[in-house]
């Protein structure tokens, strides 16, 4: 494998590759979805499949021809989480949200230019929006989670991430850099951000950062629901709600 894929190309493919697989989690990914989702050959992306199985890092059903996330990454996974893992102490504040709301409830962590959905707990309310989910990921910029952070990191970062991230190709014109910048402002304005059905039609969401001990914003608790429930006059009530359990994670997170 390093032969062919030299130094730090190797390396990124594989982070490429390790997060197609993840986001497909739990249902598994097939090799030619991974090429695709990676832009790599279908022989290349099958290379590294296959390397990184052979190390544990994936497992591969034969059977139904998906690769899943091997064991070696939940070992390794069980070891970070001392130091990255904050779902423990999130977990009251997500269920809070749930129950307070009647929504769907979720706490996602950054992961460089994008956020991953690492906590949800369903509301009570029986229609529910699916968009979001346990390892999803989304770019920075994209679904309430990822705006509210990036509208609070240092506003040179975030240009420095609009001028190279390309959100337009693959999630249309209300993901421009211009746009994004007007709903930034409207996110630091408001304290928290609004998506109102961007990814998919009538589906809504709405999220505050929770920012670790250097002030940086580096979580995220957020909500989403059907359209109908975020009325005019319901979204301050829930921006309110969810700055305040947003501001007592952070609090917590500096202890």
Request: net charge positive; glycine share 10%; hydrophobic share 40%.
């Amino acid at each position: 494998m390093s032969e062919s894929l030299p130094g730090a190309q190797v390396v990124g493919r594989i982070g490429q590759v390790l997060r197609a697989v993840s986001g497909a989690m739990p249902r598994g990914i097939g090799t030619t979805e991974v090429a695709r989702a990676t832009g790599l050959a279908r022989p290349t992306a099958h290379r590294l499949l296959s390397s990184l199985a052979a190390e544990g890092f994936l497992d591969h059903d034969s059977k139904a021809a998906r690769w899943h996330l091997g064991p070696e990454l939940y070992l390794m996974g069980s070891v970070a989480a001392e130091r990255y893992d904050i779902t423990e102490i999130a977990r009251d504040h997500v269920r809070a949200l749930a129950e307070e709301t009647g929504e769907s409830a979720f706490l996602s962590a950054r992961r460089g230019d994008e956020t991953v959905c690492v906590l949800r707990q369903d509301g009570s309310f029986p229609i529910r929006s699916f968009v979001l989910y346990e390892g999803k990921r989304f770019p920075l910029g994209v679904a309430s989670a990822g705006l509210v952070i990036l509208s609070f990191l240092p506003r040179d970062a975030a240009e420095r991430y609009l001028a190279h991230a390309d959100l337009k190709e693959h999630y249309g014109p209300e993901h421009a850099p211009d746009r994004i910048r007007e709903r930034i402002e409207a996110t630091r304005s408001a304290g928290y951000a609004t998506n109102p059905g961007l990814l998919v039609q009538g589906s809504w969401g709405m999220g505050s950062a929770v920012f670790d001990a250097a002030g940086q914003p580096a979580w995220a608790l957020s909500i989403t629901g059907i359209e109908s429930r975020f009325s005019p006059e319901r979204r301050p009530i829930l921006g309110r709600l969810l700055l305040r359990h947003a501001h007592a994670l952070s609090e917590k997170l500096k202890r």
